[in-house]
């Protein structure tokens, strides 16, 4: 039988029998075999019994890869071991002749384990009176780095690694086995694929990326050289340090002994060793955080996407498993961030309000039918650093407290544990949906007083009247016969307070909970349950929070008819192999969406927040006015809406959409929700979704809405 043809315990064995291992150490631990001299040959043999005979494999850690919408600007990356695999046909010929005349140049020769290179090691080893010398082949080191990136535990990683004869032993007979199934190329590949480069750099891309920005394909001589002599030691050999000698050293040995196996000619060689090292160093940005300077905007949008991630089940049974995942999968993900609508809601945020004021400006626009999230846009720089930061905006907080301006990474926009804001009058669309729902048309009518004594028992806040709530109008001119077209585009207070006491407000704190609103903070999740909600009169007027991502998808719902989508931030996701990732046979990229309210109770809801924006009514008249009507004026085309505000100005709000997208803007001051915004700003939440919207829309068909049925009017 020849040696072909053994079994991987009998090539092993073979070896020990020969002396290859067990005789290759006199004494002490002046070879990583040392351990193997007092066993003898027959103890040497009987050690190899229990150990795997199989290498088991899995898939390396590789970079997620996050763009914009248009699949090619880069938005980020998310990686624990930066690494892209490469196949080896990609790979310049000159990386796989430095790594073999470098590492293992018998590697074409042997079947996983060199008898030559051992023994060759054992006599260099025993002159230098120490570890001059190693003996793993390329696909002994391969098996290493596959324990070591397949290992479970501390201590699996841990025997991977660690210098004992008996990892050599299991390492050899793994490597001939990894030999009998598969070519030299497969393993060439994986191994270069696997390897350790330095900074972060796992793999031959990566390495390529990192030290000369380009793709391994593209590596000449040197380049080459230099990267395979880093996989013997990173950190001895980094060229990136201001000493350069050991690597240029490396470089130059590495050149030699590709000239030593023919790999190149001598004229190739002495041309090679005379040139400098010439790097071109990058740092591949990870995490919402390394998102470019120039679209550091997109680091809020970044954040809800990660958010939204942890909440998937899709990717891992825990919100930290399905991080890992994200930092480990090898996902291209292409996100719904529109790069040029983005642009104009910063530009629009910023002309507002800039990103030194305490006062936080922000606006989310969403896609009806979808729920794509198509901008997140806010006067905030995304970064860690309050250094330089302004005071925060509590009086009754220390000096040396910080504001979270201008820089911050809280989750203003929504996806995150903020709370969020008071999102003031519209609130109204929950409890019209809910009236409407219930029967009572677009003409319903109450006569709406100044102030009107409710029968819901007294909230807190200053409009009260013994033991009733008792709300009032903004404006005396609002006093008479109110119906829905003009109670909604006038923000009347003392209709809504009464179309809510018809229907029951925890209709309209359901309706709220259907179209997406979560409740999060202590006060709004006790007053939301079914033994309070029936009593939460001030509901209607907006006096629980928030978030922008939130509004904007409930009058996306609206846009889309009565489809209710959740918000997504991703069009694609696609796996390391170039497949859909899939949930349940569902693409995780898909938009999840339902019928939550019937079309024409959409239809009508819609007709009446038209007079809101002064497009005015299909169906009814709007009463000569409503709170926004610059709205209509600024984008020229049809559109919908509500705007909001909360006592003495805290925030103010509003809410827009088209057929083709929805936003909502705020004003608030996210470090103190005391501290008023003032009456200056009450329109600039109106003016940049206008203006966005019209931007964004520029170009694009106008498109009306329908209008309800009679049903729904009369």
Known sequence: MTNRHLTVAGRVALLIRAGLIAGLVITGLSYPFAALAGMGVKAGAEALEGMPEQLTELPPAQTTYVYAGDGKTLLTMFYEEHRKHVALKDMSPYVIKAIVASEDSRFYEHHGVDAKGVARAFVANQKAGGVSQGASTLTMQYVRMALRDSARTPQEALEATEQTAARKLREMRLAIEVEQRLSKEEILERYLNAAYYGHRAYGIFAASQIFFSKAPRDLGLTEAALIAGLVKAPSAYDPATRNQKAALDRRNYVIDQMLKSNAITAEQATSAKKSKIKLKLSTPPNGCISVAPKHNDWGFFCDYFTNWWREQPAFGRTPLEREENLRRGGYRVVTSIDPKIQRYAMQHVLEKERKSSAIAHGQVVVQPG????????????????????????????????????????????????????????????????????EGLPLSTSFYAPQRFVSRYITAPGPATCGIYWCPKNSSKSMTGNQNMWTGFG?????????????????????????????????????????????????????????????????????????????????????????????????????????????VNVARAATDAARCVTGYGSARGGCGGWGTSSMVYGTIGRPIAGKSGTTDGNKTAWFSGYTPQLAASAFVADPDNPEHLVGSGRSTMSKYTVAQTLRDALEGKPREDFKPPADKYVW
Request: glycine letters at 8%; one cysteine or more.
């Open 490 to 598: 006038k923000s009347v207070n003392t209709y809504f307070v009464q179309l809510e006491q018809r229907i029951g407000s925890e209709k309209a704190v359901r309706m709220a909970e259907r179209l997406g609103l979560r409740w999060r903070t202590d006060i709004d999740r006790k007053l939301a349950t079914k033994e309070h909600a029936s009593g939460w009169g001030a509901f209607t007027l907006g006096v629980s929070d928030a978030t922008p991502v939130e509004m904007a998808n409930v009058f996306a719902t609206l846009a889309a008819e009565g489809e209710f989508c959740e918000p997504l931030p991703v069009l694609s996701i696609r796996n390391p192999d170039g497949s859909n990732a899939l949930y349940q046979d569902r693409l995780i990229a898909e938009p999840r969406c339902h019928q939550e309210i019937k």
């Open 370 to 437: 979808t729920g794509r999230v198509l901008s997140m846009a806010v006067n905030r720089t995304y970064s860690l650093d309050q250094e330089k930061n302004g005071r925060h905006s509590d009086w009754r907080q220390d000096d040396d407290v910080k504001g979270n301006y201008p820089n911050t990474v809280n989750p203003l926009l929504g996806g995150g544990d903020m709370a969020g804001y008071q999102a003031g009058s519209t609130f109204k669309i929950f409890t019209m949906l809910a009236a409407l729902e």
